[in-house]
Nanobody, 115 residues
Framework: QVQLVESGGGLVQTGGSLRLSCAAS????????MGWYRQAPGKQRELVAT???????NYADSVKGRFTIFRGNAKNTVYLQMNSLKPEDTAVYYC?????????WGQGTQVTVSS
């Protein structure tokens, strides 16, 4: 069974930083595309950032210049460095990974930015 486990969420003040981590287990296949999505209360889940097997990253306009997504050295790991955090970044952040056989999601980690 494929599992993605996120960590690194928490409470931070406006302007602070957090780094989210995600590691996948239960599959021998590489997740060519991995990414982060978020869902705020009362809103739909939205893309934050993705990265593909060539290291090409794609960011939501709202986080460009503040967030950086990167792959870890270990297989099927991905990180999200979040700087200059704003209250509107408050949400549950979900890790996503795609193999040739499926599209997988983590359980989410809460990020709360206080004003």
């Amino acid at each position: 069974q494929v599992q993605l486990v996120e960590s690194g969420g928490g409470l931070v003040q406006t302007g602070g930083s957090l780094r989210l981590s995600c590691a996948a287990s239960g599959t021998i296949f590489s997740m060519n595309t991995m990414g982060w999505y978020r869902q705020a209360p009362g809103k739909q889940r939205e893309l934050v950032a993705t990265t593909n097997g060539e290291g090409i990253a794609n960011y939501a306009d709202s986080v460009k210049g503040r967030f950086t997504i990167f792959r870890g050295n270990a297989k099927n790991t991905v990180y999200l460095q979040m700087n200059s955090l704003k209250p509107e970044d408050t949400a549950v952040y979900y890790c996503n990974g795609i193999t040739r056989y499926g599209n997988y999601w983590g359980q989410g980690t809460q990020v709360t930015v206080s004003s």
